[in-house]
């Protein structure tokens, strides 16, 4: 009996201690679970709503041992050999966190997402975030980051989309972000960026630009050619669009409530892919049509409206031949409406604004009663504008204000 115990115990205890060190032996590497623990730490523990990711998160289990609804939000790579489980995706949900991001999240360098999108992130983003040398992917947007961008931007070589929009960022973009060579998309809009926009033409994969909302300043610089959506409204950018003209995948423009002037090139009119132009509520003087005969244009959307545009209205307009939405609305238009206007009204034209010109004669005989129904106002020129016509309805200017203009 005594030498069958004394020969099996060592066996059992074998076995005992084997099952205990796979047990503290975790999947992850300890620096990743730190940098874990570092994060849920640095949020408000009030400001964890109970059915959140984040409370998911218990550390009395492995974060990549699977197993069940825990850690919420985060995904981890499943070697093959005997290495180390790392963090790749740290996608959380918005769920209104409130925190820092502590500096220990530099070290989960096998990720390749981080998502904090919609939640109250707040202070400086930490300089660490620069080891994250495998990111793809890039949100922090819905947040309230403050500081500047970083000039290390430019180590996170494979990043493809950066997303800080809606933040409160400030300085100037750094000129080196032109070396993220795979960007596809970079959104900066709802911040305060200042200064002028950096030369990022070398960006030859960036589709979207999105830097509307901040106090940018300066003329456009020459911009990456593979631009399908370009968005810099409400901005204090100066200097013309031209340049624009180049851009041959560009669909969708909105450029308004800037400080650009000159023309607004028949190049840009004549985009093969443009489909929504937005140009108001700048000081362009001149709209370029004329000579662009528009078919197989896709443009469906012009908004000029609030501008300094001068002479007739383009005639052309009525060659777009998806065109349905337009604005000329608060120009300096003067002449007629075009007689070929009416027979777009409503094929294809829906939405047509012409009011605060100084447009005057008769208005082509479609808008009349019977006219179909167009959103849209004529009010405010020195037209002869039947009031039953729903067009027409509203005042229009004063004698006084159209001396001058009527004989057009
Ligand atoms: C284990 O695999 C990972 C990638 O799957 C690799 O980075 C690591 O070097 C490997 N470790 C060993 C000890 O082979
Ligand atoms: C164009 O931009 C102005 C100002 O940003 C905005 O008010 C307007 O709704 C936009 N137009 C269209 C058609 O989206």
Redesign the pocket.
Known sequence: MHSLDSSLCPMIFATLVSFFLTLSHSLTLQSDIEALQALKLSVDPNMIPPSSYLTTWDFSVDPCDNIGPKFLGILCSSPSNNSKSRITTLELDGAGYDGFLPPRIGTLTELTSLDLSRNRFRGPLPDALKNLNKLTKLSLSGNFFTGGIWTWIYRLKKVERIDLSENCLSGRIPARISKLRRLTQLSLSKNEFSERIPNIYALQKLQILDLDSNMLIGSLPKLPPRLRTLRL??NKLTGHITSLVNLDHLISV?V??NWFTGPINRGVLALPRLS?L?V??NQFTKMEVNNYFGSGSRLR?L?A?RNHLRGHLPVKLVNFERLE?I?LAHNQFTGQIPMAYGQRLGRPWRTLFLDYNFLSGRIPPEFGPVAVRIRGSLANNCLSCPLRIPLCRGQQRHASACHGVTDG
């Open positions: 409204s409400h909105d308004s409530d929504h937005n108001s509520f959307t908004d409206q939405v604005n």
